[in-house]
């Protein structure tokens, strides 16, 4: 970006093998541990700008925060890749009958979140959340796993899909933000795209690019990742002109 900067990456609870200390998991619709970092990073770098940058669910994540807070969100700017921002929709996609569902999405990440439960199997079973170790150790789709885990509290998992979505919060961003999304991403279904929201709130701006998959978005004969150079640029033009106010 030509500018000096400090990175500081966030691991939701349990992932990258990060040992869980409560039964508390990630949760997709739960900003607080978001809150708490930036917190703790304006308080400790009390002068420095922050700029979000999320990936996938954590896009969901960000956009969610930044249409919580409001005009009162600490961050100079974010940007999202890849957001799905209907859950819903999502979680309809990613459930329908076919060969990459059934024969990958499914076990690869069916395998992951049991491979986390074994981790933090004894923190989880004492939890007074009440799991059931059992049943999670089974499961076979995500839905199985979600109705066991992060939708506890809800009616079923799909009422916390619903609940756990972004799109509702674009229209209330105050800070300058950036997302980037293809029309074939298997995960973030074009037509849940709130376009509506993007074009009414000038705050906001969106790249809808027509292929590229979920993440797959390569540039060149040397395959090189294309969205560094817009986010860059986004991101210089955002911190310039904070400064040229500030001068």
């Known amino acids: 970006m030509g500018r000096e900067c400090r990175v500081v990456v966030m691991n939701h609870r349990g992932t990258s093998k990060t040992p869980l200390t409560t039964g508390k998991l990630y949760d997709a619709r739960d900003t607080g541990d978001f809150c708490d970092i930036i917190q703790g990073l304006k308080n400790s770098y009390p002068q420095a700008p922050l700029v979000g940058v999320g990936f996938s669910m954590g896009a969901n994540l960000l956009t969610r925060y930044l249409g919580e807070q409001g005009s009162k969100s600490p961050l100079a700017a974010g940007i999202a890749i890849c957001c799905p921002f209907d859950m819903h929709a999502l979680a309809v996609a990613v459930h329908r009958k076919s060969l990459f569902n059934d024969q990958v999405f499914h076990p690869t990440l069916t395998s992951a ?3 986390m439960a074994k981790r933090n199997y004894d923190v989880l079973k004492a939890s007074s959340i009440g799991y059931d170790m059992d049943a999670i150790m089974n499961v076979k789709c995500l839905s199985e796993f979600d109705s066991l885990t992060h939708a506890k509290m809800y009616k079923d998992c799909w009422d916390y899909y619903r609940d756990s979505s972004s799109v509702a919060h674009v229209g209330f961003i105050r800070t300058p933000y950036l997302a980037i999304n293809t029309v074939d991403d298997p995960t973030s279904v074009a037509s849940s ?47 310039a002109s904070r400064q040229a106010l500030i001068l």
Not at 203 to 221: K, P, Q, R, S
């Open 113 to 115: 979140f049991k491979r």
């Open 193 to 239: 795209i709130p376009l509506g929201h993007f074009r009414e709130n000038p705050y906001t701006a969106l790249a809808l690019l027509e292929h590229g998959g979920h993440l797959g978005l390569f540039t060149g004969i040397n395959p090189e990742i294309w969205y560094l150079s817009p986010v860059a640029e986004f991101i210089n033009g955002v911190l």
